[in-house]
């Protein structure tokens, strides 16, 4: 069936490198991908999104890849902050006229040590 | 910035009672939609709504289930009879026509 997965559960990075998480889906007809961020106690927050006619985007600090012939979607978190310590998620859309009915990821737990 | 508000933020029920949670969209915002995230576990997608009218649904929205907007503003997802299942986090998101999905900050739902 459909899954989207992260690679790892958790991530421990110094402050200030760069952060990378991976993430892997099984939908190949997903035509849009989504990263969030949830904090403790909140929900989850936009962080950026990608659709498949694109591989690379760009934000404030973060940037997202797609692969879609291996199925993968990472973030980059650029100087990473004790403020990006969080878990991740991302998610698919396999549905291109619904793109708010979303597959979630497991989670990649952020730790952000300073 | 504007947001999605939702209430309240904790709710405790007995098995067997309704409860209905509460949610304003981001008031421009035309899809409307329900999460859930029971502990531990990842968000999943409940059910879509536009043009008040449900538009998708999960396997997880049976008919103890049911979402209303009632006036221009407001939200709400009921559920009639709580079970011990149901006891998780309740997101409320919306977007507009081609943004992204913002999230509310959640109704923690605990069934005792």
């Known amino acids: 069936g459909e899954s989207v997965g992260l690679h790892l559960p958790t991530l421990s990075v110094q402050e200030g490198d760069n952060s990378i998480i991976n993430c892997a889906y099984s939908?190949?007809?997903?035509?849009?991908f989504i990263w969030y961020k949830q904090e403790s106690g909140k929900g989850p927050q936009f962080i950026i999104d990608?659709?498949?006619?694109?591989d690379k985007r760009q934000g404030q600090r973060v940037t997202v890849l797609l692969n879609k012939t291996v199925k993968h979607l990472s973030l980059q978190i650029a100087a990473t902050q004790p403020g990006d310590s969080a878990v991740y998620f991302c998610a698919e859309s396999p549905s291109s006229s619904n793109t708010g009915k979303l597959i979630f990821g497991q989670g990649t737990t952020l730790q952000v040590k300073p | 910035e504007p947001e999605v508000t939702q209430t309240p933020s904790h709710q405790v029920t007995q098995m067997g009672q309704e409860v209905i949670l509460r949610c304003v969209p981001i008031s421009n915002h035309l899809y409307f939609y329900w999460y859930r995230q029971i502990l531990g576990q990842k968000v999943e997608f409940l059910v879509s709504f536009y043009n008040n009218e449900i538009s998708e649904k999960s396997e997880i929205f049976d008919d103890q289930f049911s979402v209303e907007r009632p006036d221009g503003s407001n939200f709400t997802l009921k559920i009639r009879s709580t079970k011990l299942e149901d006891s998780a986090m309740y997101f409320c998101?919306?977007?507009?026509?081609?943004?992204?999905?913002?999230f509310g900050n959640g109704t923690r739902l605990t069934v005792t």
């Open positions: 990608i659709r498949s006619n694109m």
């Open positions: 998101a919306s977007r507009g026509q081609n943004s992204p999905l913002h």
């Open positions: 939908n190949s007809a997903s035509d849009y």
